[in-house]
Structure formats: structure tokens, C-alpha cells
């Protein structure tokens, strides 16, 4: 199976043939446009919907990129380990005379440190585990959360944002329907059908990474970023209701996935 043959957006061709113009500094590109609704809003989402979500990535999971199109590998590391751990230990000098939003972050944070670490150690045993088990590679989608799928009037799927795309196991897209966020992964499997075995080693691991690199990201862009006071406040609460709220549920799914292996 080829790109074409997924619903997907596809850039249109400009009159000399290529998929993009530039001008300077600037890359214009046209894109088909997708009538629906994206499934931003969709949670908790039926078992129904995320096992079409799975059937919809085992057909993406089949495409062949096109001859000439690199897609990076998934190594299974995290290069923004360090980086997280550089700006965990920065926030060691945030006194009472630091601007109110750094004392709010040292606040929101210092009592998950311990619990942080401990996601690190985690998430590398789980990568030790899961490169034990040999894994075929697919093209993923590398991001397909519900904000990045729209459900058209037809009812089907299509996957937006491909930025993230990456060569990789299957089980980088399967994460996210991994039970962390529920249904649990029983109906994302049965929709997908797979003539394997999941590697639940890799669903672990994929699930924790997912806290820390978010983690990392709202870390970074308070600490080194000239934020306005509502992007302070945004990503402040990105932290803790879209990232603290939930490690405890990814540690009981990492938990569970582990013992059905």
C-alpha cells in the first residue's frame, strides 16, 4: 500500500510539478482540504471508536513511504533525558526573590521529584526489556491522539499532523490507546487484528516517555522561553493536568501490560 491509498491530507502539485513553493525564507504548501470534526473532544472515547482508531493504524502500519522520502528511525532512546534533568536541578536556585510563576513551578514540582526519577529509571528498564524481544518496524504515525484525527461525515478517519512520522515498532502508535487514558488496550487490539504479539515492554515504555518528554517540553519553555503571563499559566497547568494527574493511572497500566506479557 502506498500514501495515496490513506485518508490522509496530500499536498497538491504547483504548476512547474513540485509539492512546494519557496519564497525566501518562506515554504508554502497546499494541502487537499478534510471536511469533520477533529476526536480532540471525543474523551473518554467509546471502545467502539478506538477500535476503528486500531484498524485505521494497522492500515497505516501497511503503507510503503514513497522511494526518496527519509523517515527517521525510532532508536528507543530519549535525547531529552539530560536536558530534563539539567532543568529538574535547576529549579534548586528558585528562591522567594525569583518571579512568582518560577516559585509556582519549584512548588508544582518538588513533590513529584522523587516520583520523576523514578520514571526515568523505568522507562530505561523498560527499553532494556523491550530490545530483548526482536519487533518488526512500521511506519507510524507517531502522534495520533485524538486531536490529530478527524472523523469525517462518512464516518471515516483521517490522521492529520505528520510531523512525528517515524520508522518504528507498531506498538509507538498503539500507546496511546494503551488503558492510561481509558478504554483499555483490548479494544484498541481487537480493532487492529494483529498476526503478532504485542510487546507490552514497548507499550510500557512508549506510555512513560510520553509524561516525560511532555514534561521536558513545558519544563524547557518556562525556564528558557519569553513566555507572556497566560503562556505561563498554560503550560503551568499543562504540568499538572495533563502530565502529574496522570502518573500514577500510567504506572498501573505499565503494571498491567507487564503482567499480561
Given at each position: 500500500?502506498?500514501?495515496?491509498?490513506?485518508?490522509?491530507?496530500?499536498?497538491?502539485?504547483?504548476?512547474?510539478?513540485?509539492?512546494?513553493?519557496?519564497?525566501?525564507?518562506?515554504?508554502?504548501?497546499?494541502?487537499?482540504?478534510?471536511?469533520?470534526?477533529?476526536?480532540?473532544?471525543?474523551?473518554?472515547?467509546?471502545?467502539?471508536?478506538?477500535?476503528?482508531?486500531?484498524?485505521?493504524?494497522?492500515?497505516?502500519?501497511?503503507?510503503?513511504?514513497?522511494?526518496?522520502?527519509?523517515?527517521?528511525?525510532?532508536?528507543?532512546?530519549?535525547?531529552?533525558?539530560?536536558?530534563?534533568?539539567?532543568?529538574?536541578?535547576?529549579?534548586?536556585?528558585?528562591?522567594?526573590?525569583?518571579?512568582?510563576?518560577?516559585?509556582?513551578?519549584?512548588?508544582?514540582?518538588?513533590?513529584?521529584?522523587?516520583?520523576?526519577?523514578?520514571?526515568?529509571?523505568?522507562?530505561?528498564?523498560?527499553?532494556?526489556?523491550?530490545?530483548?524481544?526482536?519487533?518488526?518496524r512500521v511506519l507510524c504515525h507517531?502522534?495520533?491522539w485524538g486531536g490529530n484525527i478527524i472523523r469525517t461525515?462518512?464516518?471515516?478517519?483521517?490522521?492529520?499532523?505528520?510531523?512525528?512520522?517515524?520508522?518504528?515498532?507498531?506498538?509507538?502508535?498503539?500507546?496511546?490507546?494503551?488503558?492510561?487514558?481509558?478504554?483499555?488496550?483490548?479494544?484498541?487490539?481487537?480493532?487492529?487484528?494483529?498476526?503478532?504479539?504485542?510487546?507490552?515492554?514497548?507499550?510500557?515504555?512508549?506510555?512513560?516517555?510520553?509524561?516525560?518528554?511532555?514534561?521536558?517540553?513545558?519544563?524547557?519553555?518556562?525556564?528558557?522561553?519569553?513566555?507572556?503571563?497566560?503562556?505561563?499559566?498554560?503550560?503551568?497547568?499543562?504540568?499538572?493536568?495533563?502530565?502529574?494527574?496522570?502518573?500514577?493511572?500510567?504506572?498501573?497500566?505499565?503494571?498491567?501490560?507487564?503482567?499480561?506479557?
Amino acid at each position: 500500500m502506498h500514501l495515496e491509498a490513506l485518508d490522509a491530507p496530500l499536498p497538491l502539485p504547483t504548476t512547474s510539478g513540485t509539492l512546494q513553493a519557496d519564497t525566501g525564507p518562506l515554504l508554502f504548501a497546499l494541502y487537499t482540504f478534510i471536511p469533520g470534526e477533529t476526536l480532540a473532544n471525543a474523551y473518554p472515547m467509546s471502545r467502539e471508536l478506538v477500535g476503528q482508531i486500531g484498524r485505521a493504524l494497522a492500515q497505516l502500519h501497511t503503507v510503503r513511504p514513497p522511494e526518496g522520502l527519509h523517515v527517521p528511525p525510532d532508536d528507543l532512546t530519549a535525547p531529552f533525558d539530560q536536558e530534563l534533568r539539567e532543568n529538574l536541578a535547576a529549579l534548586d536556585a528558585i528562591t522567594t526573590a525569583s518571579p512568582p510563576f518560577l516559585q509556582q513551578l519549584r512548588a508544582l514540582v518538588e513533590p513529584r521529584r522523587t516520583q520523576i526519577d523514578a520514571f526515568l529509571e523505568q522507562s530505561d528498564a523498560y527499553a532494556e526489556k523491550a530490545r530483548q524481544k526482536p519487533t518488526h518496524r512500521v511506519l507510524c504515525h507517531g502522534d495520533p491522539w485524538g486531536g490529530n484525527i478527524i472523523r469525517t461525515s462518512s464516518q471515516r478517519l483521517t490522521f492529520l499532523d505528520w510531523e512525528a512520522a517515524i520508522i518504528a515498532p507498531p506498538e509507538r502508535d498503539a500507546y496511546l490507546y494503551s488503558g492510561f487514558i481509558k478504554p483499555d488496550f483490548s479494544a484498541f487490539a481487537a480493532g487492529y487484528e494483529a498476526p503478532f504479539q504485542w510487546n507490552m515492554a514497548l507499550l510500557a515504555y512508549y506510555t512513560y516517555r510520553l509524561q516525560l518528554r511532555n514534561l521536558a517540553a513545558w519544563l524547557h519553555s518556562l525556564l528558557h522561553e519569553p513566555l507572556n503571563e497566560v503562556q505561563r499559566l498554560n503550560n503551568l497547568d499543562m504540568i499538572e493536568n495533563h502530565c502529574f494527574d496522570r502518573l500514577e493511572s500510567v504506572e498501573q497500566t505499565a503494571r498491567a501490560l507487564i503482567a499480561q506479557q
